[in-house]
């Protein structure tokens, strides 16, 4: 069974910086394409970020581009989302993601980041 | 990028009834359309992908249609796990990366 664990997410002030992690179990994990959705408090979701399989190429929305880094490392089954110069409107519930062919078919429990001052 | 709009916004529906749920994209994405479900403090989950296809483990009373700008997600018998909200999302552009969802349709209890 997939499993996806989200960790990381913590109040955080404007202009700040932190790094959410997804531990992944339950598939090969280097076998897949990753990503980060996130969902602001009351509202929809939001694609934020891509990762393939072996790291080589990365993908991010334009809300994000510049200012967050997706990255894996397969050797420990792991994602991560840095988050540079965060913004109030960065807050949301961060989901960890498996995709395949191209719809996400497994999802993490999401952890959640509040930028505030 | 594609926008993609779902109506209603909620649908009100008794138990045992049929929902129809509707999600229209700005331009075509084939058959590249994924609907997901998510009930209140839980994570989505995928339904449907390939615009029609059930994922694994899911009821044979949802089925989704559609092509190209319009697509449908019914759920022929309402049961009361059914209510929550649906989202769709298209995955038709490659590159750059487009994922982009629908705003979300809330299937409440009439």
């Known amino acids: 069974e997939v499993h996806l664990v989200e960790s990381g997410g913590v109040v955080v002030q404007p202009g700040g910086s932190l790094r959410l992690s997804c531990a992944a179990s339950?598939?090969?994990?280097?076998?897949?394409?990753m990503h980060w959705v996130r969902q602001a408090p009351g509202k929809g979701l939001e694609w934020v970020s891509l990762i393939t399989w072996d790291g080589g190429s990365t993908f991010y929305a334009d809300s994000v581009k510049g200012r967050f880094t997706i990255s894996r490392d397969n050797s420990r089954n792991s994602l991560y989302l840095r988050m540079n110069s965060v913004r109030t409107d960065d807050s949301a519930l961060y989901y960890c993601?498996?995709?395949?062919?191209?719809?996400?078919?497994?999802w993490g429990q999401g952890t959640r980041v509040t930028v505030s001052s | 990028e594609i926008v993609m709009t779902q109506s209603p916004a909620t649908l009100s529906v008794s138990p045992g009834e049929r929902a129809t749920l509707s999600c229209r994209a700005s331009?075509?994405?084939?058959?590249?359309l994924a609907w997901y479900q998510q009930k209140p403090g839980q994570a989505p989950r995928l339904l449907i992908y390939?615009?029609?296809t059930r994922a694994t483990g899911i009821p044979a009373r949802f089925s989704g249609s559609g092509s190209g700008t319009e697509f449908t997600l019914t759920i022929s018998s309402l049961q009361s796990e059914d209510f929550a909200v649906y989202y769709c999302?298209?995955?038709?552009?490659?590159?750059?990366?487009?994922?982009?969802f629908g705003q979300g349709t809330k299937l409440e209890i009439k």
């Open positions: 999302q298209q995955y038709n552009n490659w590159p750059p990366a487009s994922y982009t």
């Open positions: 339950g598939f090969t994990f280097d076998d897949y394409t």
């Open positions: 390939g615009a029609s």
């Open positions: 331009q075509s994405v084939s058959s590249n």
């Open positions: 993601t498996k995709e395949r062919l191209r719809y996400f078919d497994s």
